[in-house]
């Protein structure tokens, strides 16, 4: 650094402030509970079809969207012009393409979030430049037979130097690479796959792949602050779809403060001290949740089949908690997996997807 230049000053972003905010976690733990806030209005709005059209019918109502959609659109024409997203297609289009416009947007906004996380926390380090004074060599292989031969071309980054052409003098090549090309072997992937079952004919309830509206297939509702009623409900095209059990619970649901608490890493154990349970009997499926019920988190992943089937199903389920691994054949236990919502609906146990 030049004498008499200034070193850049380095700002920790805890004592950085934000107008209205002592730091950046205050300041996030208010995003989300606004965002917790709007979606839950907009759960309270109606949902298309009947009852969308008999509140349009209302003058009150008319006015009120469209004194939000005044102010709406400005706020997310905003926004994603701070994201740097053009929003021309946007402003112009109907309310489909807009509606479609801020999937796609929303997607693209995530995704840069999610590689800035990975970045900031070391798990993804851009690659380093590396400049070449003498020359940069690249080599581009023909495939051998009777019209070709194996082709090597050094492009010199000096001007005065001319390219070497190695159609027919395979000295022009590093000795290593040419070892390398000699001595390779080409490998060719056998696609063979030997079934003697199909796994859904053991099933008890048989696939059904029609295009029917899918039935929720609850047999009984745990944790529900609404009783279980699988009902029926039409769209504006009167179109028949069945609601979210479970939209009741979903809408009412807060995060406790424990959950916004920033709490340091806990790193899990090491994998030849954290036992692996195997969960393939229902009897298995009852002392799985004799050691769930006491956790406050656990992490859970699923695992898809589909070959030889027309939409695919669940074949795996992995969960694990600070002190065990398991895994959970899914296609044996396919009626039994219905327990498992004594866990996956509790409030109070936070699940890591």
């Not at 701070?82 to 796609?104: M, P, Q, W, Y």
């Not at 929303?106 to 003498?134: P, Y």
């Amino acid at each position: 650094m030049a004498q008499g230049e200034s070193q850049p000053e380095i700002v920790d972003l805890e004592e950085c402030p934000l107008p209205g905010f002592s730091s950046i976690t205050q300041f996030s733990n208010e995003g989300i509970k606004k965002i917790l806030a709007a979606t839950r209005a907009f759960q309270s709005l109606p949902s298309s079809g009947p009852a969308w059209d008999l509140q349009k019918s209302y003058p009150e109502f008319n006015r009120a969207m469209k004194n939000a959609r005044k102010r709406l659109i400005p706020m997310i024409t905003l926004l994603l012009n701070h994201a740097n997203i053009s929003t021309e297609e946007f402003r112009f289009g109907d309310i489909d393409e807009k509606f479609e416009f801020l999937v796609e947007a929303n997607d693209d906004m995530l995704e840069r979030i999610g590689c800035a996380l990975d970045e900031a926390s070391g798990l993804f380090q851009k690659a380093h430049t590396i400049v070449v004074n003498q020359g940069i060599a690249s080599y581009s292989l023909r495939p051998p037979g009777l019209w070709g031969k194996r082709k090597a071309e050094v492009e010199q980054s000096d001007p005065t130097s001319s390219t070497v052409n190695a159609d027919d003098d395979d000295k022009a090549m590093p000795v290593e690479v040419q070892q390398k090309m000699s001595n390779r072997e080409i490998k060719k992937a056998v696609y063979k796959r030997t079934v003697k079952e199909k796994p859904q004919v053991r099933f008890k309830t048989p696939v059904d792949n029609s295009p029917s509206p899918f039935v929720p297939k609850l047999k009984e509702k745990p944790n529900s602050i609404k009783p279980l009623s699988i009902l029926p409900e039409y769209n504006s095209k009167n179109e028949e779809f069945y609601g979210h059990p479970y939209s009741v619970e979903l809408n009412l649901w807060e995060p406790s403060d424990s959950m916004l608490t920033t709490v340091s890493p806990q790193l899990p154990k090491a994998l030849q001290d954290t036992p692996l349970v195997e969960v393939n009997t229902a009897r298995d499926i009852e002392q799985l949740l004799r050691d769930l019920y006491p956790v406050t988190e656990l992490a859970v992943d699923l695992e898809h089949h589909g070959y030889r089937s027309f939409l695919g199903f669940t074949c795996l389920m992995q969960i694990s908690t600070r002190d065990k691994d398991y895994i959970i054949d899914t296609l044996a236990l396919r009626d039994h997996l219905y327990h498992l919502n004594e866990i996956f609906t509790n409030p109070k146990i936070v699940k890591v997807c």
